[in-house]
Each structure stands twice: as C-alpha cells, then as structure tokens.
C-alpha cells in the first residue's frame, strides 16, 4: 500500500559530555515522573538510571568544587611565590633565590650542589 505519506525517522544524538548525559538522564526521570502510569518507560528502567545519575551528579558537582579548589590553590600559589601577571617585585622568590645563589657561588663556589643548584 502506498499512500504517499513518509514515516521519517527521527533521529538524536547522545550527548558525549558528562555534564549533558546527567542532564538528559535527570530530564527523562523528571518526565517520566510527570506521565505517571501514561510513561513508556518501565519504572525498573527509571529507578536503575536514577540509581546511577544520582550519584553520578552528586561526584560531578565535586568534581566541579575541587576544580575551582585547585585553581584557587594554584593562583594562591603563583601569588605567593610572585608570579602575578604585570607585577615585578624584588621580593619574588625567584628573585630571592637569585640572590641566593650569587651568595652561594660566592662564598661555597664547591659546594653550590649541597645548596641544591644545579
């Protein structure tokens, strides 16, 4: 039977990012939830993805706080050891170790390495 009509098929793609697959995971539970007994979906279906999704969302959002953690730790670092862009201090431990060494090669010129340099 031909009558014209096309049956396209649609077509979807899965998100590849973490973030977007939790995403879309937490939308399908939430509209499962809203279609009450009316879901396709099978309630064993829903409750082992919500079983995964949960704690996968709750570890991303950890992830998330111990990476703006470490770079806070690194800009404290970099801030502590002087290296700020547009500033040049004296005080920079560069610098310091600098000073350091001319001291060293002055004073021990055989015993630099038991200073550390190279």
Known sequence: MNDNTTNAATTYTLPQQAEALIKLAEKIIEQHGNSGPQSPVKPHLIADLNSRVSPARARHE?????????????????????????????????????????????????????????
Do not use: C, T
């Not at 700020?84 to 390495?113: A, C, F, T, W």
């Open 62 to 118: 950890q992830g998330l706080r111990y990476a703006r953690m470490a770079e806070d730790a690194f800009a404290e670092r970099d801030e502590l050891l002087g290296k700020i862009p547009g500033r040049k201090s004296e005080l920079d431990v560069r610098n310091l170790v600098e000073m350091v060494v001319e001291l060293v090669k002055e004073h021990y010129p055989d015993s630099v390495q038991k200073w550390g340099f190279e």
